[in-house]
């Protein structure tokens, strides 16, 4: 019998492994837990607490939470791509059970007890004959600086009184009652503010400036300037935004660079030179005969990040070493790109996480922080603020990458499927700081020396994918050949937007199966049940299902339809269902969805989670678009790029699918591709068209029904 392979570290700890970077006991019975994942909003602060306070058997309100720092927390890399629970999670579970075995080790010496004898309660350690002892009596001769051992055992799943329990989310008090938890409230002493100058032409480059109007302002302090990167920074924003008002008029900018047509992006995707890529093939021998090929083209536009708040930064430049305060969600990342930037050793930055407006994905949070830093170089050792206007928001920050999708599917002549072919265009989905040799901030194309614009990649398959993700189908389908066409050019700045490609690949395939399955006079959830083998998957479907009273008999003008994906393919599943009202304008009035993550650490958490990912998906799916003509991003306000409001929301009604035996996985983006293909479902059943381009406006119906008739 071949023995079972030896325990490995989780991921995170494998890459940071001594224990006190991740755990310590501090003064007055407090426990201080340090991960390197970070709060945008997604409650995973809470959640890790809930895993560490089990783990150690202290309460939850023992545990302090310490953001992520370059100066003191592990490197956990990016906070992106539902991952935090698997790596952060996972790494603190296997640290705060080695860390409670050691200290149980400890007890026992002191008190002369068995270790197994032991029990802890509340960082209490208590044995026979009433002997005790305390993490914090003992922290003095425990020592933490070690690194992790893989033959630590964790609590089995019933023996945690912590996970899998809804419990008061640590970040919300302070935001409810107004407190400053983001560092758009930072009021500092002394503290300047700092506003950057950037054209409004796509790709123009500061040719000259007059400086002499905006030196006249009161309260203005510096201008910066570093070849085409220019900035003021003043004693108050009403100053910073006087003096920068007054530099944009006297500004000389070079010409820019042409825009696609934004009416025919699939065209313009389509002609571009690509990297091509085979994903993923299958093959099996004929059995059916071919007797038609559906051809469908499916495509998303490219779609902001459209925080509620822009990015904001704060930066402190004293001598050689440098101190920045950011939302963004990879610190140590930033620092490697600030590092390339200035010349300087990162040993000498400090980049330290604040929370912000969430935004899942790479907004300009990073870009800002290098603005913020150079116009700091200028401010004689003080702090500066910079925040960006929602013009600047939405026209510099990296966008979502916009999606050409081609499915063609072989059927015989029973409407089976034999054969499938997903062919993508689109821009890379991935441009964030840090992984490369070259750095990916807005700021350091604009220098004296500059930077090219990085050119977005995609991640590994392994790791997900970009614009690829979740384009292999997770039905059992005879034969398919998956391909990606990755752009090599970059007229419009992307980088990764929550879900990546997978929001573009499941609403397709979806679309196309639900197509299928009418063709065959198919109820659409008995097809999908009919080709999938995965037990969970079919859980899902069937949660989804059951809890919407599916198929409810149809109204006159409402519509309902189901999605289904497994995030990635390997992580969370997601089936939904939506129904919606078809009159003047598509309203989603509710949306059902399914959820399996395994176990489910903080179920409202969770819920939560996929809440927020329906009610975006559905903005998405029915507003969203970047809009622009040849030369600029017109599309630079609320007014020209809409977001669903309060009153458009959709009742969402979650079940959980409660897995405590199986390791857990992130729900954050597990949403988005199921929402959006049950809504273009609902959008058939309500109305008998089809529309296949996001988002789905009145326009675009009008003119899927014109091609139908």
């Not at 993700?469 to 752009?487: E, F, G, K, Q």
């Not at 063709?519 to 999938?532: Q, V, W």
């Not at 899902?540 to 409810?552: C, L, M, Q």
């Not at 497994?566 to 269902?577: D, E, L, Q, S």
Request: net charge negative; with cysteine.
């Amino acid at each position: 019998m071949t023995p079972p392979p030896a325990p490995k570290l989780p991921i995170s700890l494998t890459a940071n492994p001594r224990l006190s970077s991740w755990v310590r006991f501090t003064g007055e019975g407090r426990v201080a837990i340090s991960p390197g994942k970070v709060e945008i909003g997604q409650g995973i602060v809470t959640a890790l607490a809930q895993i560490a306070a089990d783990e150690l058997e202290v309460d939850m309100s023992r545990i302090e939470m310490i953001r992520a720092s370059t100066a003191t927390s592990p490197n956990e890399g990016v906070t992106s791509g539902s991952l935090s629970i698997q790596q952060s999670g996972r790494a603190l579970r296997h640290v705060c059970a080695e860390v409670r075995q050691r200290f149980l080790v400890a007890a026992s010496e002191r008190l002369g007890v068995d270790a197994a004898r032991l029990e802890v309660n509340d960082g209490m350690i208590s044995g026979p004959g009433n002997v005790r002892t305390s993490y914090w009596e003992l922290a003095g001769d425990v020592s933490l600086d070690h690194d992790a051992t893989a033959g630590a055992i964790a609590k089995s799943a019933v023996k945690r009184a912590v996970a899998g329990h809804s419990v008061e989310r640590i970040d919300i008090p302070d935001k409810v009652f107004a407190r400053p938890r983001f560092i758009h409230d930072a009021a500092l002493p002394g503290l300047l503010h700092g506003r950057v100058l950037r054209p409004d032409i796509s790709g123009a480059r500061l040719v000259a400036l007059d400086e002499d109007a905006a030196r006249a302002i009161p309260g203005l302090v510096a201008i910066a300037r570093d070849g085409g990167f220019a900035g003021v920074v003043s004693d108050s924003e009403a100053a910073a935004e006087a003096a920068l008002n007054a530099l944009r008029k006297r500004a000389t900018w070079s010409g820019g660079e042409p825009l696609p047509d934004e009416d025919d992006l699939a065209g313009f995707l389509r002609c571009q030179p690509a990297q091509t890529t085979i994903i993923d093939t299958r093959t099996t021998a004929a059995t059916r005969q071919h007797a038609r090929t559906l051809r469908r083209q499916y495509t998303r536009p490219y779609i902001a990040h459209a925080s509620i708040a822009p990015s904001c930064a704060i930066a402190q430049w004293d001598g050689d070493r440098i101190h920045v305060w950011t939302h963004s969600q990879g610190v140590y990342l930033l620092r490697t790109d600030l590092a390339i930037v200035l010349k300087l050793p990162a040993e000498n930055i400090v980049v330290e996480h604040v929370e912000g407006a969430g935004c899942y994905g790479h907004n300009a949070a990073d870009d800002v922080a290098l603005d913020a830093v150079l116009l700091a170089k200028a401010a004689s050792g003080r702090q500066v603020r910079v925040q960006w206007s929602r013009h600047d928001e939405m026209s510099h920050a990296p966008f979502g990458a916009a999606m050409a999708i081609e499915i063609e599917a072989d059927l015989d002549e029973d409407n089976e499927i034999i054969g499938w072919r997903h062919a993508i265009w689109s821009n890379g989905h991935a441009a964030r700081p840090g992984r490369a040799a070259q750095p990916a901030l807005l700021g350091a194309t604009e220098i004296a020396n500059p930077y090219p614009r990085m050119i977005s990649t995609n991640p590994p398959a392994a790791n997900g994918g970009g614009g690829d993700r979740n384009s292999v189908p997770l039905y059992d389908l005879p034969a398919w050949t998956i391909t990606s066409h990755r752009l090599l050019t970059m007229p419009v700045r992307t980088s990764a937007l929550r879900t990546l490609g997978a929001q573009g690949n499941v609403f397709a395939i979806e679309s196309l199966l639900d197509e299928i399955a009418a063709l065959r006079g198919e109820d659409p959830i008995a097809f999908r049940l009919r080709h999938l083998r995965d037990e969970r998957a079919k859980d899902v479907i069937r949660a989804a299902a059951r809890r919407a009273a599916w198929k409810p008999q149809r109204r006159s003008g409402t519509g309902h339809g189901v999605g289904f994906a497994r995030y990635k393919n390997t992580g969370a599943y997601c089936a939904a269902i939506a129904e919606i009202e078809g009159t003047d304008e598509i309203r989603v009035k509710r949306l059902t969805l399914a959820i399996d993550v395994g176990e489910t650490i903080n179920p409202d958490g969770v819920v939560n989670q996929i809440e927020g990912g329906a009610i975006q998906a559905t903005s998405w799916v029915l507003k969203e678009r970047v809009r622009f003509d040849g030369t600029r991003i017109t599309s630079t306000s609320w007014t020209d790029y809409p977001i669903l409001t309060f009153t458009e929301v959709p009742a969402v009604d979650v079940e959980i699918i409660q897995r405590p035996e199986v390791e857990p996985v992130g729900a954050g983006e597990a949403a988005h591709g199921p929402v959006t293909a049950a809504i273009a479902n609902a959008v058939h059943d309500c109305l008998g068209v089809r529309v296949r381009d996001l988002p789905i406006t009145r326009d675009r119906i009008i003119a899927a029904m014109e091609l139908a008739s």
